[in-house]
């Protein structure tokens, strides 16, 4: 008797290599069929923003093209996402789903949902990790609670073992004999009305193809100055990762299968110093599921309550947080960050610090006003991952930053882009000013700034706040909340 078909559900595990689900699948036997669901009702208020939609449509269009090498294809579909896969389960007399986890938490009550009616019905319906190195539940501290602070928790997961990424790399997949209707690609809707995807277009390649390229050259250019390198906006000294480990078109594993095989030629793993500290990046990614499992309150809540009754600022019209959202701060390298996230989806982590940080604190404006701004326009918008860093900046999450520790962008600017490249590149209006002045381009001599062309107030903003009475300001705020215990 021919086996009954396997439904294979795609969603943040977009790639054959390394793909439990997928590997099941095939082990199993019979047709596989690979479906995609775009559900935005099921993500409720975290459907995927506009950056990545349009990351999304491409990772999509280069996933179908691998499967159909394969002799496969993707199979598309809109809406809910357990109703879609009841429809295909009895039209095609499916006798499995499988599934890689996530961990947000809609996605894992839905996913749970789907689990028990399926099992309940006879289907073989089964999820497997594909997306991280440890299961978010499967670390804890030594009286059985879950971490808030990163380093004892990155110690711990470093005492485990990490299983090797699966190498099967499906030359065929098995078809079924007649397939079900699919929508197009176009009928998703992912891509930006208004011509905003260019510069998204120019920095990136999405796809499994490009991710693999990426960590290659990462490995073998960059990573052994990675430790004194990230922290330098005006270098290439990132992974530039993080959006391809978000719809899963690389895994956490591949990276350190990666590194490990690296580490051969020295027969020292990690390798060295920026190979170590880059795994500890990948530890943070790690961490921030580690703390949304465990406190799936907080993309909305601080995990530290009493920052519920913080006293933030009023900014009637939103005037401050527009000129924060567009780049017109005054405040060169916030404005630099602010300008490189809308043309490329993407900002330098150290640039994402200090411009959450100024957000936060010289305008003492909301962390979730950032938060959503970020959710819209990064290609690498991550639930865990973006909950935690607005926390951290907000000094309300786990192992945050302390809030009386604010970061001055001047001096931020002159250490980390010391020759002012990074800023001439996203602030093209401020490119003439020399490096010593183009940080704090209001401190310059009137005959400078008519050299470089510069006229604040016309064609670059003074600061919309000053440093010191902003820092004065928020540290006095932390201090109201200190005082009032309730």
């Known amino acids: 008797m021919p086996l009954t078909p ?68 993707l199979v598309l579909a809109r809406g809910n996402s357990r109703a879609v896969l009841r429809e295909l389960v009895n039209t095609l007399e ?7 986890r996530r961990y947000e938490p809609a996605s894992m009550a839905r996913d749970g949902a789907i689990q028990t009616e399926f099992a309940a019905g006879g289907l073989d319906a089964r999820c497997f990790n594909s997306a991280l190195l440890n299961e978010p539940d499967a670390i804890r501290n030594k009286q059985g609670r879950p971490f808030q602070v990163f380093t004892p928790y990155w110690r711990t997961c470093l005492t485990e073992p990490v299983a090797p990424p699966l190498r099967f790399a499906p030359q065929a997949i098995p078809a079924p004999a007649s397939w079900p209707r699919s929508l197009e690609l176009a009928e998703l809707e992912l891509l930006p009305r208004k011509d905003w995807g260019g510069g998204l277009a120019e920095a990136w390649q999405p796809g499994e193809a490009g991710g693999a390229k990426r960590l290659r050259q990462f490995v073998a250019k960059a990573m052994e100055s990675y430790a004194d390198d990230r922290n330098r906006p005006d270098l290439d000294g990132t992974s530039l990762l993080s959006p391809w480990l978000h719809f899963g078109e690389i895994g956490p594993r591949q990276i350190w299968a990666a590194i490990k095989a690296r580490s051969r030629e020295s027969g020292v793993f990690p390798p060295g110093n920026g190979a170590r500290v880059f795994l500890s990046e990948v530890g943070w990614r790690e961490f921030a599921h580690h703390l949304l499992f465990h406190f799936p309150e907080t993309p909305g809540q601080p995990l530290r309550r009493e920052f519920a009754r913080f006293p933030w600022a009023e900014d009637p019209g939103s005037v401050m947080l527009r000129a924060w959202q567009r780049g017109l701060t005054g405040y060169p390298v916030v404005d630099a960050g602010m300008r490189q996230l809308w043309h490329t989806g993407w900002m330098h982590n150290r640039v994402r610090m200090v411009a959450a940080s100024f957000l936060v604190k010289h305008l003492r404006l909301p962390w979730e006003h950032g938060a959503a701004w970020f959710w819209d326009t990064l290609v690498d918008a991550d639930l865990a991952s973006n909950t935690l860093g607005w926390q951290w900046s907000a000094g309300c999450g786990a192992d945050a930053a302390p809030y009386f520790r604010v970061f001055a962008p001047v001096l931020q600017g002159g250490k980390f882009d010391p020759h002012g490249d990074y800023v001439r590149r996203w602030v093209p209006e401020l490119a003439r000013l020399p490096a010593a002045h183009i940080h704090a381009p209001w401190q310059a001599p009137p005959a400078v700034l008519a050299e470089a062309g510069v006229r604040l107030g016309e064609n670059y903003p003074r600061p919309v706040v000053d440093h010191a009475a902003a820092r004065g300001a928020a540290l006095a705020a932390f201090r109201q909340l200190r005082a009032d215990p309730a």
């Open 6 to 73: 396997t439904l294979l559900w795609f969603r943040q595990d977009l790639r054959l290599q390394d793909n439990p689900a997928l590997q099941a699948a095939l082990a199993r036997g019979g047709p596989v069929i690979p479906v995609y669901i775009l559900d935005d009702e099921g993500e409720g208020k975290w459907r995927a923003g506009g950056a990545a939609r349009w990351w999304l449509h491409h990772a999509l269009a280069s996933l179908d093209a691998s499967l159909r090498a394969g002799g496969s294809r």
């Open 94 to 100: 499916a006798g499995a789903v499988y599934w890689n």
